[in-house]
């Protein structure tokens, strides 16, 4: 069997339809992290606790992207 399967039967399921999906949701997340060759524990704790750019950045594997910043030189136009 299945380890998810196993541990349902361990814990004997959720108890309601939004604790089944909780548990999916962290056991998808868990099975990136270990996809990705990360540390779980790291990979929570950064989901966790730092800012969405940084959050999304260990989801998805790649760094946080930069503010962007208008080149040296250039204005931005003013309304009128």
């Not at 730092?50 to 309304?79: N, V």
Request: charged letters at 30%; a positive charge.
């Amino acid at each position: 069997m299945r380890p998810v399967v196993i541990m349902r039967r361990v814990i004997q399921g959720t108890r309601s339809d939004q604790g089944l999906e909780n548990h999916s949701v962290l056991r998808s997340l868990f099975e990136t992290a270990r996809r990705q060759g990360k540390k779980v524990h790291l990979f929570f704790q950064d989901l966790f606790t730092k800012d969405t750019p940084r959050a999304q950045a260990a989801l998805y594997r790649h760094p946080p992207a930069k503010p962007s910043k208008a080149p040296e030189g250039r204005q931005c136009a003013k309304p009128p």
